[in-house]
């Protein structure tokens, strides 16, 4: 018996395979979309005007998608998995029996650990999905308008007046109690017209903040449903991200269960007839070439495409750059355009 052996049955062969040929089909450039559509509606959040404060303990919007972005970061970055170890360990010799198993473990860990964060991502962008959707559906609590400050300034206005007159220097009679009476009402009346244009003064200062503050709990409530909208779709690219990296998970998984690492004689032969490259059968060599190519092209679009796109979404949540968003939806242009590359010719 040789060291390397498959969980081979006449019952199951050609539903193993068929399942290989599925995800050989399932090798396409639109799968790795998701991981460019994330930076780019990041990209597109941070062109919103202003901030959106979410209520309660949730903080901003801007402030909220900064942290976002460093989780997107940390999926995108690849720590381990070389995708090459686990070819070079399934053609491994004799001497080395446990190298399949141990290298797919390991393997399986460092993809699991990236697809773990995508749900963690999609979780959160279906939170502040949900915050921005309060937001929006917030009534404006004042119903102050800028006709309402017209009629304020009106009224100012006509207490000004009303003190000019009130102030005006009346004549005045010889006769010292005369005097002394038109002058007390003079002054009673110049205090009551001040009066009057001080209060007309604070009540156009009042109505002018809720006029601003009715403009501004408008313009906040437009541009959290433009926010709503934008984070359903990186809900949905998130999704994606995770369906993506499920499917390595799931090639590896095959994998595991088509490699047998036997010592003696006890396991089934390998089938001499589909033996392929680095002496694996064929249909494991086949599924192993799809686990490598959909690992390598996400790792190479993080690393020659995304990453630096991301540090200009952070750029842009920061500072609201028109140009720094013109350079985000170049980059993120310019990634989807290099997608059939990222693939090994013949499987897309």
């Not at 192993?288 to 190519?293: D, G, S, W």
């Amino acid at each position: 018996m040789g060291w390397l052996a498959m969980t081979w049955r006449h019952g199951d062969q050609g539903t193993r395979l068929g399942a290989i040929i599925r995800k050989m089909d399932l090798v396409s450039p639109e799968l790795l979309q998701p991981l460019v559509t994330v930076v780019a509606t990041l990209g597109k959040l941070g062109t919103i005007p202003g901030d959106i404060s979410l209520g309660g303990d949730m903080g901003s919007l801007r402030a909220r998608l900064l942290t976002f972005s460093s989780g997107v970061r940390r999926a995108m970055v690849h720590p381990d998995g070389d995708a090459t170890l686990l070819r070079r360990a399934l053609g491994a010799s004799k001497e080395q029996p446990s190298a399949p198993t141990a290298i797919t473990d390991s393997w399986q860990k460092a993809v699991t650990a990236v697809k773990d964060i995508w749900a963690e991502l999609q979780e959160d962008a279906a939170c502040l999905k949900n915050a921005c959707g309060t937001v929006a559906a917030a009534k404006v609590t004042t119903e102050a308008t800028k006709g309402h400050l017209v009629e304020a300034v009106t009224r100012e206005d006509k207490a000004h007046k009303g003190l000019i007159a009130a102030a005006r220097v009346m004549p005045l009679s010889s006769e010292v109690a005369q005097v002394t009476e038109v002058v007390a009402a003079h002054d009673a009346r110049v205090a009551e017209a001040r009066e009057g244009l001080q209060a007309a003064t604070k009540a156009t200062e009042e109505v002018a903040a809720a006029v601003v503050a009715a403009v501004a709990a408008k313009e906040r409530g437009q541009h959290a449903a433009v926010a709503h909208g934008l984070l359903e779709q990186l809900v949905a690219a998130c999704m994606g991200a995770y369906n993506y990296y499920s499917h390595v998970e799931h090639c590896l998984q095959d994998i595991k269960a088509m490699v047998g690492v036997t010592t003696g004689g006890d396991g089934p032969d390998v089938p001499k007839a589909t033996q392929g490259d680095v002496g694996l059968p064929k249909e494991l060599a086949e599924i192993v070439v799809v686990a490598e190519a959909l690992w390598d092209a996400s790792a190479r679009l993080a690393q020659e495409h995304l990453l630096g796109t991301l540090r200009g979404v952070r750029n842009l949540l920061a500072t609201s750059s028109v140009t720094e968003a013109t350079k985000v939806t170049q980059r993120c242009r310019e990634a989807t355009n290099a997608l059939p590359g990222l693939l090994p010719p013949g499987l897309c």
